[in-house]
């Protein structure tokens, strides 16, 4: 199967929606080797059209750090349902657990593994706890040093160095 040519593919984006359907294919957690083969196109194809264009290539790069943040909440959703899980949820009032098909999507989306038996073990809430608090900044790691440094060392140093290093 031929690959598409340019001419081709710019009035395939443009009925598209214009450039506009790349950009929000790319925001929304997309990329342009998917697009590319929906398209039967070559990706330097779709890149050389973008970089020909500064607004376009102004567009795309905004689209990636969008797609960066799309990336964080997505993992962070992902984090909320391993931390979050409420193992009540898997065990009926008779006091039977549950099958995969009956479990909640939330708590689904919790299972670490399923055995051969059919037990069920879920992920570890406690890690996935601390990457959530890394992810949102609250983990401040301190590191403790310990050591001597007088004044005359600070002096001593600041000489030893070269001008152009200052």
Avoid at 64 to 84: H, S
Avoid at 113 to 126: T, W
């Amino acid at each position: 199967m031929s690959k598409m040519p340019i001419s081709k593919l710019k009035s395939q984006v443009t009925v598209k929606g214009d450039f506009e359907s790349i950009i929000r294919h790319i925001s929304n957690g997309g990329s342009l080797t998917q697009l590319s083969k929906m398209w039967n196109c070559d990706y330097s194809e779709i890149m050389r059209m973008i970089r020909a264009d500064k607004e376009k290539l102004a567009a795309y790069q905004a689209a990636i750090e969008d797609r960066k943040e799309w990336a964080r909440e997505r993992i962070f959703e992902e984090l909320q349902y391993m931390g979050n899980y409420n193992i009540k949820d898997a065990v009926r009032p008779d006091g039977t657990m549950k099958t995969i098909m009956e479990l909640p999507e939330d708590l689904s989306r919790s299972i670490k593994e399923v055995d051969v038996d059919g037990s069920i073990k879920f992920q570890d809430k406690l890690k996935a706890l601390d990457q959530k608090q890394k992810l949102l900044g609250l983990n401040i790691e301190k590191v403790e040093l310990s050591g001597k440094l007088t004044l005359a060392d600070i002096i001593i140093g600041a000489k030893a160095l070269k001008d152009d290093e200052l």
